[in-house]
């Protein structure tokens, strides 16, 4: 059974950067998709991005030109880049990986971690 496990939340201030990091266990890493996404609190669930088993990456447009999804196949490792961070990111974020088809749902998540971006 697959596991998901994010780190490098915290608090920063506005203009600041964190990078967040997803360690997985237990399933073929390399084989699977991945996603970052996140859920600022009243708000609904929001997918930021997305990182193919091949590297193609695909953003939100509250993401563009200030995230950077990557991923290390050599480590298990599904990294969120997130630089310029605004009030409206706080939240909630999520790893997901291994989608069901193009377009499914994601059969591993992670319980998350807290950003808190201050003014």
């Known amino acids: 059974q697959g596991q998901l496990v994010e780190s490098g939340g915290g608090s920063v201030q506005v203009g600041g950067s964190l990078k967040l990091s997803c360690a997985a266990s237990g399933f073929s890493f390399s084989s699977c998709g991945m996603a970052w996404y996140r859920r600022a609190r009243g708000k609904e669930r929001e997918l930021l991005s997305t990182?193919?088993?091949?590297?193609?990456?695909t953003y939100a447009d509250s993401a563009k030109g200030r995230f950077t999804i990557s991923r290390d196949n050599a480590k298990d490792t599904l990294y969120l880049r997130m630089n310029s961070l605004k009030t409206a990111d706080t939240a909630e974020y999520f790893c997901?990986?291994?989608?069901?088809?193009?377009?499914?749902?994601?059969?591993?998540w992670g319980p998350g971690t807290q950003v808190i971006v201050s003014s």
């Open positions: 990182i193919s088993k091949t590297g193609i990456t």
């Open positions: 997901a990986a291994c989608r069901i088809g193009d377009t499914g749902d994601f059969v591993y």
